[in-house]
């Protein structure tokens, strides 16, 4: 059994919030679980709640395991309450993993009212701009997610432990199962006996734009309303993450809305045990769409390294530079365990404009956990 209640200071309007969730779990059988939670928003004025202002969300969610844990499963049903909608205001979902050495198999489904409101909190894909009325609008949508995994052993390979295909679909749907994305990824993976991955992958894509859009984000030129089929390749590989120097490379090249896209990742971390970890990466994306002379070209550059100065205290900062944004942003932790499961945390982040390091904003917060036992 969990609650929380949390109450903010009045704003100028003199309008404050209060916060309040209630969840209780319990177990069934050996490995599945039922919980139940309750999320309650409220505005509060001079002291009084306002009743036309308020947003609560009740649901139930079941999670189960077989006990040879080849069979997971889980399904959810969530309703919001708002004064002002009460129609399609649900969401439900059922999701099902059967899962052998050589064999897996997944099921999803997920489906979100065009009124649901999980206000505390978010509610992915739901709120879409119009920028032709300056507005948000909320669509419900389906999705389905199938996948099928196969996996070979071969018993003369002195290289790979296992190799096999997968198929895998991400679709989506508005609330009359008209499509509006889809991604049908045609995969092939080995996994070779120093642990290192291998995998390729063929993806048929389809969108479809409500409204004119800058695909590059670089707020240049928009491409126009309509459907859009477009096909790519992806490339993974990972090295073996035993070795104290590993990495990882990952390249998608082809089709791209109506033009073309070339993306490279490129991650390596060195392991100085048993202190410390460091790590360097690199994004990279150059997009070529018809109505542009040159192709843009947007990279991430970042540095991280995460320090264990005892067996309690811990430090953690990341170091990243945005071409696209003109931002290089530091994002720092530090970690003090003074007891099991209890921590005391202190964060600190910056951004700042890379061209001449001014600063854009800064924030330190201090978080504080203790677990009653």
């Given at each position: 059994?969990g609650?929380?209640?949390?109450?903010?200071?009045?704003?100028?309007?003199?309008?404050?919030?209060?916060?309040?969730?209630?969840?209780?779990?319990?177990?069934?059988?050996?490995?599945?679980?039922?919980?139940?939670?309750?999320?309650?928003?409220?505005?509060?004025?001079?002291g009084?709640f306002?009743?036309?202002?308020?947003?609560?969300m009740?649901?139930s969610?079941?999670?189960?395991a077989?006990?040879?844990?080849?069979?997971?499963?889980?399904?959810?049903?969530?309703?919001?309450?708002?004064?002002d909608?009460?129609?399609?205001?649900?969401?439900?979902?059922?999701?099902?993993?059967?899962?052998?050495?050589?064999?897996?198999?997944?099921?999803?489904?997920?489906?979100?009212?065009?009124?649901?409101?999980?206000a505390?909190?978010?509610?992915?894909r739901?709120s879409?701009?119009?920028?032709v009325?300056?507005?948000?609008?909320?669509?419900?949508?389906?999705?389905?997610?199938?996948?099928?995994r196969?996996?070979?052993?071969?018993?003369?390979?002195t290289?790979i432990?296992?190799?096999?295909?997968?198929?895998?679909?991400?679709?989506y749907?508005d609330?009359?199962?008209?499509?509006?994305?889809n991604?049908?990824?045609?995969?092939?993976?080995?996994?070779?006996?120093?642990t290192?991955?291998?995998?390729?992958?063929?993806?048929?894509w389809?969108?479809?734009?409500?409204?004119?859009?800058d695909?590059?984000?670089?707020?240049?030129?928009?491409?126009?309303?309509g459907?859009?089929?477009?096909n790519n390749m992806?490339?993974?590989?990972?090295?073996?993450?035993?070795k104290?120097?590993?990495g990882?490379v990952?390249?998608?090249?082809?089709?791209y809305y109506?033009?073309?896209?070339?993306?490279?990742k490129?991650?390596?971390?060195?392991?100085?045990?048993?202190?410390?970890t460091?790590?360097?990466?690199y994004?990279y994306?150059?997009?070529?769409?018809?109505k542009f002379?040159?192709?843009v070209?947007i990279?991430?550059?970042?540095?991280?390294?995460?320090?264990?100065?005892?067996?309690?205290?811990?430090?953690?900062?990341?170091?990243?530079?945005?071409?696209?944004?003109d931002?290089?942003?530091?994002?720092?932790?530090?970690q003090?365990?003074?007891?099991?499961?209890?921590?005391?945390?202190l964060?600190?982040?910056?951004?700042?404009?890379?061209?001449?390091?001014?600063?854009?904003?800064r924030?330190?917060?201090?978080?504080?956990i203790?677990w009653f036992?």
């Amino acid at each position: 059994i969990g609650v929380m209640n949390m109450q903010t200071d009045r704003t100028s309007e003199g309008l404050a919030q209060n916060f309040s969730v209630g969840a209780v779990q319990r177990q069934v059988g050996k490995s599945s679980n039922l919980s139940f939670i309750g999320v309650n928003r409220s505005t509060i004025k001079k002291g009084e709640f306002v009743t036309e202002d308020h947003n609560r969300m009740l649901g139930s969610d079941f999670n189960f395991a077989s006990a040879d844990r080849k069979h997971a499963g889980k399904v959810f049903f969530h309703k919001s309450f708002s004064p002002d909608k009460s129609a399609d205001d649900y969401a439900h979902a059922s999701w099902y993993l059967y899962s052998t050495g050589s064999f897996r198999a997944m099921w999803n489904h997920e489906y979100v009212g065009e009124n649901y409101n999980a206000a505390v909190g978010f509610v992915p894909r739901i709120s879409r701009y119009n920028p032709v009325f300056d507005s948000v609008e909320q669509k419900g949508y389906w999705r389905l997610e199938p996948l099928i995994r196969y996996k070979f052993f071969p018993k003369k390979s002195t290289h790979i432990i296992s190799h096999g295909p997968q198929v895998y679909l991400d679709r989506y749907t508005d609330k009359d199962y008209k499509l509006t994305d889809n991604q049908l990824a045609f995969s092939y993976q080995a996994q070779f006996k120093n642990t290192s991955e291998l995998k390729l992958s063929y993806r048929q894509w389809f969108t479809h734009l409500y409204f004119d859009t800058d695909v590059t984000f670089t707020d240049t030129t928009a491409i126009s309303v309509g459907d859009y089929k477009y096909n790519n390749m992806r490339i993974d590989y990972t090295t073996n993450p035993r070795k104290k120097l590993n990495g990882e490379v990952t390249s998608i090249f082809g089709e791209y809305y109506s033009g073309y896209r070339n993306n490279l990742k490129l991650g390596l971390n060195y392991r100085m045990q048993p202190w410390g970890t460091f790590g360097l990466s690199y994004n990279y994306n150059s997009i070529k769409m018809p109505k542009f002379k040159e192709a843009v070209d947007i990279s991430l550059i970042g540095a991280s390294a995460e320090l264990s100065f005892t067996k309690a205290i811990f430090f953690t900062t990341f170091f990243q530079y945005n071409t696209q944004a003109d931002n290089f942003n530091i994002n720092s932790r530090l970690q003090w365990r003074y007891r099991p499961l209890s921590d005391l945390y202190l964060v600190y982040s910056e951004n700042y404009v890379a061209t001449d390091l001014g600063i854009k904003n800064r924030a330190l917060v201090l978080k504080f956990i203790y677990w009653f036992q």
